[in-house]
């Protein structure tokens, strides 16, 4: 069982940054794919960056890529979202989720991440 803990969201003007945390509790979250997924207002939830278990793979959304970053630190079970030159359009409650499955490959498709945080608001203004 893993369990997911976000925090870093708040207010920032466009153009700025934010780095988001996901802590991690359970013995197998080193083995476990973790992404970052997004939701805004009355919008569908979607993907934006995943990492694989032993970091070696990174995977990013068109709409981020160059301006996010993901990463992780096995030995503080945490993986963070470095957010940069953040636009409106990046307004959202941001969620990690753990792959259920152990040391596979990265996915992105939501049905295959068992295990979600209870998400953090990002609000990037005008």
């Known amino acids: 069982q893993v369990q997911l803990v976000e925090s870093g969201g708040g207010l920032v003007e466009a153009g700025g940054s934010l780095r988001l945390s996901c802590a991690a509790s359970?013995?197998?979250?080193?083995?476990?794919?973790v992404a970052w997924f997004r939701q805004a207002p009355e919008k569908e939830r979607e993907f934006v960056a995943a990492i694989t278990w032993s970091g070696g793979t990174t995977v990013y959304a068109d709409s981020v890529k160059g301006r996010f970053t993901i990463a992780r630190d096995n030995s503080k079970n945490t993986v963070y979202l470095q957010m940069n030159s953040l636009k409106p359009e990046d307004t959202a409650v941001y969620y990690c989720?753990?792959?259920?499955?152990?040391?596979?490959?990265?996915?992105?498709?939501?049905?295959?991440?068992?295990?979600w945080g209870q998400g953090t608001q990002v609000t990037v203004s005008s």
């Open positions: 989720a753990a792959d259920g499955a152990l040391r596979s490959n990265v996915r992105v498709g939501i049905p295959f991440y068992d295990y």
């Open positions: 359970g013995r197998t979250f080193r083995w476990h794919n």
